[in-house]
């Protein structure tokens, strides 16, 4: 028994030292036959088998070697989706028409000027004496007038107008022509309806309520296309790490293989053995080759989330792919105490800021129906000075414009106007739906705040959760592998087998996968809390106005 124990360590230790060259030649030689039959025996089917093994590095090499990978900060490609995204392209078109719409309804409190001028001849023949021939009479006018016009917030229509006229007439002698000048300042103030700037400014109001809410959406949906492109790029880092680690899984189930491959021939151990091995090879090259497909697809998925309308450019090599450049997060964030994180997110977050606008907006509407129910009165006056020279001197035009500014000749008057619908259902009704949807948009606020409450507590209580069971998986994944390599050290001594290797091999291989995968639930949960409060973006950009 002690001698073939020797045999077997030994056996052992000559493939542990086996020349790298030789293993290199020894895949090299192997080809692919036809599948075994089913009735051959054991032994001939391990050998057939193994000839049917194709190297690890041959996958590789198939699967990789036309690969383009472009290895990319996480910082890239968030400014990257920030220029591109589709989804934050289109909240920046919506962003645009709202406050294009805003701009254009407080334009029309911009003044207004205007000028014309008019030109008139009328001539006649008149008959004074039966029998004699007509007298011919004429009258020829010239108006120029330039005139302002103002809306005020608060209702009040101003407008200043300046006007010369220049008339000339002649009936039985000649005259000569007549100078009229004059500025004229017209006032017309609503004094209910209309009246004051919740009702005048109305329109301007909720154009800017709209536009700041266009405002938040567009900062949320940065917001959530900064999450998404972490997200999407720890768990390109976790595919990363799975390839990284099956293939190291699998070169370690190649040595082995080989090892039993060479002990079956020395007749150190049973084909049985040998067949298991192998079939771990087989199993765990199946499973490379899903992690690198896995990478492949998260990589594309991460692509057209950043690229958008412009990924045809990349993708036109169907082989080029990215990959990760940034480290993982060491360890989970520092979180303030919980009502301290709920108070910064009911500030920061720019959905409750986005509701908050929809509210102001649904009372402006219902400040503009509110009015609208009221009776029309208005004030009206109008205050005139004016100048004339009819001396046909060379100054009379002159003369007749200072005398208008001067005020020589002076008119005013004052008046009103007031009217009331009969009825006035249609206003009624218009009133109350602006009092709903006034209530309703209170409630949607209301609702948006709990929805943050209950964001933050979610999230913090998963940071936590995720902090506690990375801790858990490290040490199983730590235990896994010193496992393992004990198992290895037991077989190279002939106090286990290849199966209980290959078990503990499953084990570790399986232990960190799941310390890849809560990793990534760990920077999830991290990203899940910065997105909750309204902080996510504040790392890449201080705010939406720095994206461009």
């Not at 760990?522 to 705010?543: F, H, P, S, W």
């Amino acid at each position: 028994m002690r001698g073939k124990l020797q045999a077997l360590i030994a056996a052992a230790a000559l493939l542990l030292c086996a020349a790298p060259g030789q293993a290199r030649a020894a895949r090299s030689a192997a080809k692919v036959p036809a599948p075994p039959s089913a009735a051959l025996s054991v032994s001939t089917l391990s050998a057939e088998a193994a000839a049917m093994v194709v190297s690890t590095a041959d996958v590789v090499t198939r699967f990789t070697v036309d690969e383009t990978i472009v290895r990319v900060p996480l910082e890239t490609l968030v400014q990257v989706a920030v220029a591109r995204n589709l989804s934050f392209l289109a909240s920046e078109a919506a962003l645009a028409n709202a406050r294009y719409g805003a701009k254009a309804n407080v334009a029309a409190f911009d003044p207004v000027f205007s000028a014309d001028y008019s030109q008139s001849h009328i001539g006649q023949h008149v008959v004074y004496t039966p029998g004699v021939i007509p007298a011919e009479s004429y009258s020829n006018s010239q108006t120029t007038t330039f005139k302002i016009d103002k809306n005020t917030t608060i209702g009040t229509l101003l407008s200043i107008s300046a006007q010369n006229q220049r008339t000339q007439e002649n009936s039985i002698a000649p005259t000569q022509p007549l100078f009229n000048s004059s500025v004229i300042l017209d006032v017309t103030q609503p004094l209910l309806r209309g009246f004051g700037r919740s009702a005048a400014f109305a329109a301007a109001k909720i154009a800017q309520e709209g536009g700041d809410a266009a405002l938040a959406a567009s900062k949320r949906i940065l917001q959530q296309t900064v999450a998404a492109v972490e997200s999407g790029y720890w768990t390109l880092r976790q595919d990363e790490s799975n390839e990284a680690v099956t293939l190291k899984s699998l070169r370690i189930a190649e040595k082995i293989m080989r090892q039993n491959q060479e002990l079956n021939k020395l007749n150190l151990l049973s084909a049985h053995d040998a067949l298991t091995s192998e079939e771990q090879v087989e199993i765990l090259r199946t499973s490379y080759l899903e992690a690198v497909r896995t990478r492949e697809d998260d990589a594309d998925n991460l692509i057209f989330l950043c690229y958008g309308a412009q990924v045809q450019e990349l993708l036109d090599n169907e082989r080029y792919t990215i990959g990760t450049a940034t480290g993982a997060p060491a360890a989970a964030p520092t979180l303030p105490p919980l009502s301290q994180a709920v108070a910064m997110a009911l500030k920061l977050r720019p959905d409750v800021a986005q509701a908050r606008s929809v509210l102001a907006e649904q009372n402006a509407f219902l400040a503009q129906a509110r009015n609208a129910l009221l009776p029309q009165l208005d004030f009206t006056g109008t205050l005139a000075s004016g100048g004339s020279n009819q001396s046909g001197d060379p100054g009379a035009l002159n003369d007749a414009i200072t005398g208008a500014l001067h005020g020589r000749d002076h008119a005013w008057s004052v008046g009103g106007a007031f009217s009331i619908p009969i009825g006035d259902r249609i206003y009624i009704d218009k009133y109350r739906a602006a009092k709903a949807a006034r209530e309703q948009a209170e409630l949607a606020l209301q609702g948006t705040e709990n929805t943050v409450r209950f964001d933050v507590r979610s999230a913090v209580r998963g940071v936590e959760t995720e902090s506690l069971r990375y801790q858990v998986a490290q040490a199983a994944a730590r235990l896994s592998w010193l496992q393992f390599e004990q198992e290895q050290a037991r077989l190279r001594l002939g106090l286990s087998d290849s199966f209980r290797v290959l078990q503990s091999q499953d084990l570790a291989l399986q232990a960190q996968q799941s310390l890849n995968g809560v990793a990534l639930a760990l920077a999830q949960a991290e990203i899940n809390y910065r997105l909750a409060v309204g902080t996510i973006a504040q790392k890449y950009m201080a705010d939406l106005k720095d994206v461009k």
